[in-house]
């Protein structure tokens, strides 16, 4: 049972229940009643992994990983209706541009229904790789290539004129990402070890997903777009305009994904009477990406050195996140129980 009490104290495990969400009330399509709809969602499943090792000889090995993951899904805060739609006296959806103030009888309506829940995505990765040591044991490679297919991946949508303004969850797209990475260690003299770390990724959308109407309920009442039918337009003030679908296109290079990642790094060692030293220092390097999918439409570009009058217009727009790269030092100590570390990053 559920609980109208938000305290809830002292209460048994059990015998306390979150009200439902969204109001939690819909109707039965052939009875009408009306029964609750509770945080409860049950997914089943298995993931595996497999790997075999080849010895080369005591300091270097091949070897090759089959492996699978996943993320728990997750739950909406709201199940209401969304995505609002003008349509004329016979319930068809105005054609994009028409004002509605021309046409008689027009009212609005609402095309789609959050989700209660969206379900776990997976990850599914076959790599080979090379780990070995050279030069009696002074120089550390690893190296691997991979290939990650990552399916019906958790997308966060937040677009407040077309969505709401709510965040919300749904599963989205799937991706392919084909990867390299490389790292070295090598102790140049007892005292001196050099580090580089490298990653280049080329990340591809495999499928193209959409938002798809919700169909008629009492959640998106008058909604004249059937079940299942990928949403294509949107109220935006008097008229509906098409909308841009937020889970990206087939071919489109995901957001977020830079291609190239590497990273440098030098350390020395020395003692001084009972004291141990180091220093160190660092060079990072991120390549550009952007804040959306390849295939969205450019945002309003800002002159450098603009001014605070230059505020982009959407937040579904695509940007250009420029690459960039960061240099620090440290220096540290160490004597019997004491430590002190100095760090700077620029």
């Known amino acids: 049972r559920y609980s109208t009490d ?30 609750a709809e509770f945080h409860q969602k049950k997914y089943n499943g298995y993931k595996s992994r497999f790997n075999v090792t080849w010895h080369i000889d005591p300091d270097k090995i ?41 046409v008689a009888g027009v009212r609005r309506v609402n095309q789609f229904r959050l989700p209660l829940a969206y379900e776990p995505d997976e990850l599914k990765n076959s790599e080979i790789g090379f780990k070995g040591d050279f030069f009696d044991n002074r120089l550390q490679v690893n190296a691997s290539y991979y290939i990650m297919d990552w ?40 005292q001196l070890t050099l580090m580089v770390n490298l990653s280049k990724n080329d990340a591809e959308q495999t499928s193209s997903p959409c938002l798809v109407s919700s169909g008629v309920t009492d959640k998106t009442p008058g909604n004249p777009i059937p079940a299942g039918t ?37 350390r020395y060692d020395w003692t001084i009477e009972d004291s141990e030293w180091f220093a160190t220092v660092g060079y990072n390097f991120v390549d550009d990406m ?34 960039y790269h960061t240099i620090d030092a440290s220096l540290g100590v160490s004597r019997g129980n004491w430590n002190a570390l100095l760090f700077g990053q620029n």
């Not at 797209?173 to 990867?179: A, E, L, T």
């Open 290 to 323: 952007n804040n959306t999918p390849s295939g969205f439409p450019e945002g309003e570009r800002c002159p450098v050195g603009g001014t605070s009058s230059c505020i982009p217009s959407s937040t579904w727009k695509r940007y250009e996140m420029p690459s």
């Open 230 to 266: 990928c949403l294509t337009q949107v109220r935006a003030g008097n008229v509906n305009t098409a909308i841009i679908d937020p889970l990206g296109a087939k071919g489109d290079t995901p957001a977020f994904s830079p291609e190239l990642q590497y990273s440098l790094r030098a």
């Open 62 to 102: 091949l070897y090759y990983t089959w492996s699978e993951g996943y993320r728990p899904g997750a739950f909406n805060r709201t199940t209401k209706g969304v995505t609002r739609l003008w349509v004329d006296a016979n319930g068809q959806p105005l054609p994009n541009g028409v004002d509605k103030n021309t």
């Open 151 to 190: 399916e019906h991946v958790q997308t966060q949508i937040y677009n407040p004129p077309v969505y709401g303004n709510a965040t919300f969850g749904v599963n989205g797209p799937d991706y392919r990402v084909k990867g390299f990475e490389l790292q070295l260690t090598g102790n140049v003299t007892d």
């Open 6 to 35: 938000s305290s809830c104290v002292n209460i048994p495990n059990g015998d306390c229940v979150a009200n439902p969400i969204g109001n939690g009330l819909d109707p039965d399509p052939v009875t009408g009643a009306r029964t």
